[in-house]
């Protein structure tokens, strides 16, 4: 039986982690920490004004981002192109125009590309917003064939031409009904075409295209994984602002855990995207890396050195000497829309953590004008809070579920006033 190998790998995770027995669960033992400003310049002024926010303190925070977590990633190639390979008028039982695009990333034939699959709601009379999500499957899969080596698997079938065998397969996950019924559009691109994700995937992925000559490696301040999936979501962007059916100045960038992480990377350097939607991304990305509790910036290093650059190395088990948290990532958004959200069963993410990542970012909004999260309590289970920085924690395990969706629609109908 062919199933995603994500689905297969993600308990494993959990089950590896419950074994650490250094792991802090219990709010009680966590240790006391303090963070650092996020409206104070390097040199010690305030920023408490949009105008110095914008113009200064915004671009130190991005590139202490850049150099010292996620890598610096290219400007977008000059030649990227796209195929429209398929526009199906009356998929999904007649609710909505399927289209499959693909993105080339480069001239070169055996060149890393992507395929978008984009539903847009069916007999939309003008151009629909769009949620753009990076995806663990999507119409590619990767077959769990025992006794291949998952890296191997996963060259074999990303290689192939999209099978399309996935299509479908986490409907609770992709809540395509709701999203075209608020008349949104949804397109997916599947991350393991830019990059696969095992140590060693790097060079089947874009990464590479990039490389100057005789480079084989990437520099330690030159994107990791987590940038490079972001990046590929910056390029689904290109797209969706030259496909006359969007409404390219309303497009929401949604991910799931990495992805989450990955999300939100691309929407702090891309203002294009209008809202950011990071579920349950935990370490490394919404939750406050100073604050003990769950996965820690050494299980990142360790278990997965290949999603960061090589300069985060230096902060496992030294998360007191950041020159940065979660909550001046989260700030780099501001004054767009962003959503964080977390679940009671996922302690390893560290919800509390992820909401004061939220808190701690949302003056900034308010040197906007525009109302953040506008408390410092951590609500209780599905008591969503927050105005243009909202947070919810919901009741159940890792996962992306339909109350997430019915939480992010409001979100975006109250961002976009439709
Ligand atoms: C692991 C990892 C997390 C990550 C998650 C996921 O649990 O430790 O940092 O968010 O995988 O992507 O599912």
């Not at 099978?163 to 997916?188: C, F, H, M, N």
């Not at 069963?345 to 560290?350: A, L, P, T, V």
Request: proline letters at 7%; a neutral charge.
């Amino acid at each position: 039986m062919r199933r995603p190998t994500f689905l297969l790998l993600a308990p494993l995770c959990v089950a590896a982690v419950a074994q650490q027995t250094d792991v802090i669960n219990d709010e009680a033992k966590v240790p006391r920490y303090t963070l650092p400003a996020v409206l104070t310049l390097r040199s010690g002024q305030p920023a408490h004004d949009a105008k110095t926010w914008t113009g200064r303190r915004r671009p130190e925070i991005l590139s202490i981002y850049e150099s010292e977590v996620y890598g610096k990633s290219p400007a977008k190639p000059a030649k990227l192109n796209y195929e429209v390979r398929s526009v199906e008028k009356s998929a999904l039982g007649g609710k909505a125009v399927r289209k499959i695009v693909t993105v080339f990333f480069s001239e070169r034939p055996d060149a890393p590309k992507m395929d978008m699959l984009l539903y847009l709601p069916a007999g939309a009379k003008k151009p629909v917003p769009v949620i753009l999500g990076l995806s663990f499957a999507g119409i590619h899969t990767v077959a769990n064939d025992p006794g291949v080596p998952l890296a191997e698997q996963w060259v074999r079938d990303v290689k192939q031409p999209a099978p399309e065998k996935t299509r479908g397969a986490s409907t609770t996950q992709w809540q395509v009904d709701k999203i075209l019924a608020a008349g949104y559009g949804l397109a997916t691109i599947y991350y393991g075409q830019i990059e696969p994700d095992f140590v060693g995937g790097m060079k089947h992925g874009i990464r590479p295209l990039f490389f100057k000559p005789g480079q084989t490696e990437p520099a330690p301040d030159e994107w990791g994984a987590i940038a490079a999936w972001g990046w590929g979501a910056m390029r689904a962007m290109d797209y969706l602002e030259k496909d006359k059916d969007v409404d390219a100045r309303h497009v929401a960038l949604f991910g799931h855990s990495r992805l989450g992480k990955a999300a939100i990377w691309a929407g702090a350097q891309d203002t294009r995207f209008s809202i950011v939607i990071s579920n349950e991304s935990g370490e490394g990305g919404a939750a406050i890396s100073r604050r003990d509790y769950g996965e820690r910036t050494k299980d990142l290093n360790t278990r997965f050195p290949h999603w960061f650059d090589g300069n985060f190395k230096r902060y496992s088990g030294r998360e007191d000497e950041m020159p940065f948290d979660s909550h001046m990532l989260l700030s780099l958004i501001a004054p767009r829309g962003l959503y964080v959200a977390s679940a009671e069963g996922d302690q390893w993410s560290d919800p509390k953590g992820e909401f004061l990542g939220a808190a701690n970012a949302s003056p900034v909004w308010e040197l906007f004008g525009r109302k953040g999260i506008g408390t410092m309590e951590m609500p209780g289970l599905h008591q969503p809070v927050g105005d243009n920085v909202r947070y919810h924690i919901r009741a159940g395990k890792h996962d992306v579920t339909e109350y997430d969706w019915e939480q992010y629609l409001k979100f975006a109908a109250a961002q976009w006033g439709r």
